[in-house]
């Protein structure tokens, strides 16, 4: 029976020399596996993202003759529910800002 037991293992073990790399999901059998979830995760990042962009494509691009929303923007300037970005007051405070100078990689 032992004789019987050690083969085995040598024939497993020969299977993976052979296949050269073993496969993470076969090594826990059916435990939790740290390497699949951060796999896992990551994938569903990459994927989140891959979808936001087709999105925002799709969004600007529609329709690039639509000017509306510089319309929308001058009503809420007009009444003073945003301030006006491109004041020089205001892009004097982005050029001293050194957290916004910083995260450009300037500073």
Avoid: W
């Avoid at 740290?34 to 087709?54: G, T, W």
Wanted: charge should be negative.
């Amino acid at each position: 029976m032992l004789r019987k037991f050690v083969l085995k293992l040598n024939n497993n073990k020969k299977q993976k020399a052979a296949n050269g790399m073993s496969n993470p999901i076969e090594l826990n059998n059916g435990q939790p596996n740290e390497f699949l979830d951060n796999l896992s995760k990551r994938a569903v990042e990459m994927f989140e993202k891959q979808c936001d962009i087709k999105n925002f494509s799709k969004l600007v691009l529609s329709d690039p003759e639509n000017t509306s929303h510089i319309d929308m923007m001058q009503e809420m300037i007009r009444e003073g529910k945003i301030k006006d970005p491109f004041e020089d007051e205001k892009l004097a405070e982005l050029a001293d800002n050194e957290r916004f100078l910083r995260d450009l990689g300037l500073m």
